[in-house]
């Protein structure tokens, strides 16, 4: 499979397929990732995953299932193709909230605002998207537990708004 991308999310879900899957190419448009050094480290460890640096999906082919992708390169402007039985893409990320606006408080990318407890600015709404952040989270620290690595523990400080259990 081929996982789209050089973020975070990108790179998480793609040392994830690992887990389900011969192999994955991870495809980023730049020649270096965003995504944080911490989860670079780990996924350039992973010997199960490929790169192809600075390219671009030209698109994905198939009659009803994905066959291979049509890759360009942003260097040379080579096009070649790719046969994958699966593509995720993850470009970007946008909050899906604009049907919230009017209703709780949005920041200037479209996020919803909460408190330490998930609170929004509407009375008895919550925001539970940080309940896959942290889904992700304890993926990472059991990733890097089977990967015999000591995960850094870095406990909530009171002074984040959040006590701390003693």
């Known amino acids: 499979v081929a996982v789209v991308g050089g973020g975070d999310s990108a790179l ?27 989860i670079q480290a780990r996924a350039f460890k992973n010997p199960k995953i490929d ?16 066959r291979g992708l049509r890759l360009k390169d942003l260097k040379t402007g080579e096009e070649s193709f ?11 990320m946008v909050p899906n909230s604009e049907f919230l606006r009017g209703t709780v408080e949005l920041d200037g990318r479209g996020y919803v605002v909460t408190d330490a407890a ?3 600015s509407a009375e008895a709404v919550w ?29 909530a400080r009171e002074e984040e708004g959040v006590p701390s259990q003693k």
């Open 12 to 38: 998480t879900e793609g040392m994830y397929l690992t887990r389900v899957t011969d192999g994955v190419t991870i495809i980023h448009r730049r020649d270096e990732l965003r995504a944080a050094k911490e």
């Open 118 to 120: 998930l609170r929004t």
């Open 127 to 155: 925001a539970v998207g940080e309940g896959c952040t942290a889904a992700l989270e304890v993926e990472a620290y059991l990733a890097r537990l089977d990967a015999g690595e000591a995960p850094e523990w870095r406990p």
């Open 82 to 92: 790719l046969e994958v039985g699966g593509v995720f893409i993850y470009i970007g």
């Open 51 to 66: 790169w192809i640096w600075s390219t671009q999906v030209v698109a994905v082919e198939g009659d009803g299932a994905v």
